[in-house]
Nanobody
């Protein structure tokens, strides 16, 4: 089993940047696809970005394309989400998650394990 711990959240002004990290422990996660999701108060959890086990493939939701970048360092068992040009609508709890598969999934139901989340608040 893999345990995930997110970090790097906080309060940032609109237009600023944050880098979220997701550290994995337990069995190696280097064979797993990883995703970032977010959930704002009163809203459903939504897909943000995903990366394949090798890092060669990525997918993003339209609202973050060109602003966010997902990456991973399998040697460090860590996945990252670089958030640039943030907007107030990016405010949410951000979760990382993992699953084994061929296709990069955008539905949270397809992910097998999750971290506890980290709060990101963007002020206007």
């Amino acid at each position: 089993q893999v345990q995930l711990v997110e970090s790097g959240g906080g309060l940032v002004q609109a237009g600023g940047s944050l880098r979220l990290s997701c550290a994995a422990s337990g069995r190696t996660f280097s064979s797993d696809n990883m995703g970032w999701f977010r959930q704002a108060p009163g809203k459903e959890r939504e897909f943000v970005a995903a990366i394949s086990w090798s890092g060669s493939r990525t997918v993003y939701t339209d609202s973050v394309k060109g602003r966010f970048t997902i990456s991973r360092d399998n040697a460090k068992n860590t996945v990252y989400l670089q958030m640039n040009s943030v907007k107030p609508e990016d405010t949410a709890v951000y979760y990382c998650a993992g699953e084994r598969g061929v296709v990069l999934h955008t539905r949270p139901q397809r992910y097998d394990y999750w971290g506890q989340g980290t709060q990101v608040t963007v002020s206007s």
